[in-house]
Structures are given as C-alpha cells and as structure tokens.
C-alpha cells in the first residue's frame, strides 16, 4: 500500500527558510522509474508544480523558483525534503508530495509576519 | 518549461451531457500527459495517464485521447459526483513538469 505524507511548519515569517518533508511507503526511491514531486495549490487557485526528484538522484525544478528551491532524498528513510527559501505571502498554498498516481493529503503552510 | 494550455476555464453542465476539456503543449510530450479531478479540500486524484490509459479503479465514463501536442479529457455521460475541478498535467521524464490552469465543472 503507497502512502505519502508531508510535514512541516503551519506558519513561516517572510524571508525564513521553509523546509518540508515527505515521508513515504510501499515503494522504494531507488527502485528504476520512481519519481516524487512537490506541488503547491494557493488557496482558491490552481495547482503548481515545484520539483522532482528521480530513483537516480536528478533534481528538476519550476523555472519561476529554480532559485529558492532544493530537493533531496534520504532513501534509506523514505523520505524526501523541499527547501525553499527567502519566502513571501504568496507561498503561501497547501504543499503535496506525489508520486503522480498516489498523492499525500497536503499540508499547509502560512507564510506571515 | 513546456507551457499547457488548458480550456475552457469554466464549463457548465448537466448530469447526462458528454463534457470535454482540452490541454494544448507548447512542443511534444510524447503523450506524458495525465489528467487529475480535485475537490475542495483534498488531494487532486488521478484519472488518466499516458494521455489515454485509464487509471485503476476510474469510471469507464471518462478517457483520454490525443492528437500531437493536442490532448482531451471527455466524460461520456456527466454524474452528480463528477462536478469537479480537472486538470491536466505534462509529466515529460526530461523536462520540468507544468500543469494546466485548470478547468471547474459546474452545474447548469
């Protein structure tokens, strides 16, 4: 059974460094194919794809962030961090990690002083 | 970035009708292309992968097709738990991945 779930902060001030992580199960991020992406949804708007992070280590990231993001992986634990830094209001959004078919149920995250 | 083009924005509909919402590539996919139904307050699920398979455990009722940089998300015969928001999203394995803007399907 594939499970995802995020964890992170509720409430980050402007300019901090947000840190998320995706804890997951029943697959392996070193097995050939797999693949866990970030996505972002601004309350009453659409979804936005952040970054991705593939059995092999490649990283890609949203053009409009590439800057501010980092995506790693702990494979060993099941999990895999987005950072994104130097935040501002508009990050504020519900945060998911996907596997594309599985997805966690999101978490959201506040950015205000 | 590969841009995804989707429309229309809002469509309005009655149970019964064959709905139809389409996602245009700004270059090839090569049929990397998945469509999703979210409702308020979760998580976005996945209906249609690879532009036309149907996802395990999908209504019948919806499929996919594509016709180059062209893709369409049509559902044969519109239910009452379909009103939805749909979007599609371009999943092209060397490339960063886009969604479209998203399609809300209301009731007439």
Known sequence: QVTLEESGPALVKPRQTLTLTCTFSGFSLTTGGMRVSWVRQPPGKALEWLARIDWDGDTFYSTSLKTRLTISKDPSKNRVVLILTNVDPMDTATYYCTRVDFWGQGTLVTVSS | ?108
Do not use: H
Request: aromatic residues 12%; charged residues 15%.
């Open chain 2, 1 to 108: 970035d590969i841009q995804m083009t989707q429309s229309p924005s809002t469509l309005s509909a009655s149970v019964g009708d064959r709905v139809t919402i389409t996602c245009r590539a700004s270059q090839s996919v090569n049929d990397w292309l998945a469509w999703f139904q979210q409702k308020p307050g979760t998580a976005p699920k996945l209906l249609i992968y690879k532009a036309s398979r149907l996802q395990t455990g999908v209504p019948s009722r919806f499929s996919g097709s594509a016709s180059g940089t062209e893709f369409t998300l049509t559902i044969r015969s519109l239910q009452p738990d379909d009103f939805a928001t749909y979007y599609c999203l371009q999943y092209e394995t060397l490339s960063p991945w886009t969604f479209g803007q998203g399609t809300k399907v209301e009731a007439k």
